[in-house]
């Protein structure tokens, strides 16, 4: 059963028509490992994997349930009144589960298109841990672009850390809350890099939100701290969102 996620590796696929031999033998090894991952994590905001797809094209795709409702960012166009700070805690949710392992995972992944809506309009995180394969491999082609904008300075230098996940949730919660993406007036995402790198943050005035405000914008703030060790644990942003939330829905 063909699930969403194998379109997007499809996509991603056309792009490794220049690579050798050996690179792709590479990425397909580094693709198994993660399959190996992906499939023994059971959350109720982890979006489930059943396999990967190998004979169907020369190239390998992820095969995982059908999520009718689409991303988390086209659930939101077209459903403005739904939760959107739920479906944010939702994502955190996942994300602590991924760290609490006795071998913790890096999602290194997160955006707003990588979270899954399921049929009761729940948060699910999907597509996780295939950002550092592609990025190895992309780095001379513009593979990585779709992600400068919730990347980490330090993912520059090739660290995915649990802070990672922190940063680019901070971003993912902008993306959801707003309906636009990270630093929205900067139109070269390679430009968001060097920005990040100087020290620019998103600014709440450029965004449509009455929800980007107090608690919820110094949470945010603090989750993209240059230093990782400074930034929040995901157990610290979760007690806070739903204190958040709590405060929000009783306004």
């Known amino acids: ?12 696929a056309q792009s490794f028509a220049g690579f050798g031999v050996e690179e792709m033998e590479l ?17 109720e905001y982890i979006l489930p994997l059943y396999g990967i797809c190998s004979d169907d094209g020369p190239f390998p795709y992820l095969v995982s349930p059908w999520c009718s409702n689409g991303d988390a960012v086209w659930y939101l166009k077209d459903r403005p009144a739904a939760d959107r700070l739920k479906i944010c805690l939702n994502a ?16 290194g992944a997160m955006k707003g298109s990588n979270i899954l809506i399921s049929n009761d309009g729940k948060a699910l995180l999907a597509d996780f841990g295939m950002s550092s394969i592609i990025e190895s491999l992309f780095t001379r082609s513009n593979g990585p672009g779709t992600s400068f904008r919730w990347m980490a300075p330090e993912i520059q230098g090739g660290k995915y850390t649990k802070g990672c996940d922190v940063w680019a949730w901070g971003m993912t919660t902008l993306e959801l ?4 993406q990270p630093f929205a007036s900067i139109k ?15 600014d709440a005035k450029e965004y449509k939100s009455t929800v980007l405000k107090g ?14 060790e400074k930034r929040p644990s995901i157990d610290v942003v979760v007690k806070k969102m739903e204190a958040i939330l709590e405060a929000h829905h009783h306004a």
């Open 1 to 12: 059963m063909g699930g969403p996620v194998d379109g997007p590796a499809k996509s991603r």
């Open 27 to 43: 990425y397909q090894k580094r693709c198994e490992r993660q399959v190996k991952i992906w499939s023994k994590l059971h959350n």
């Open 92 to 107: 955190a949710y996942g994300l602590r589960y991924l760290h609490s392992l006795e071998e913790p995972v890096i999602h």
């Open 177 to 180: 809350v707003s309906g636009m």
């Open 188 to 202: 070269m995402p390679g430009a968001v890099l060097l920005k990040v790198a100087q020290g620019e943050r998103p």
């Open 215 to 228: 608690d919820l914008w110094s949470l945010l703030q603090s989750c993209w701290d240059k230093d990782p």
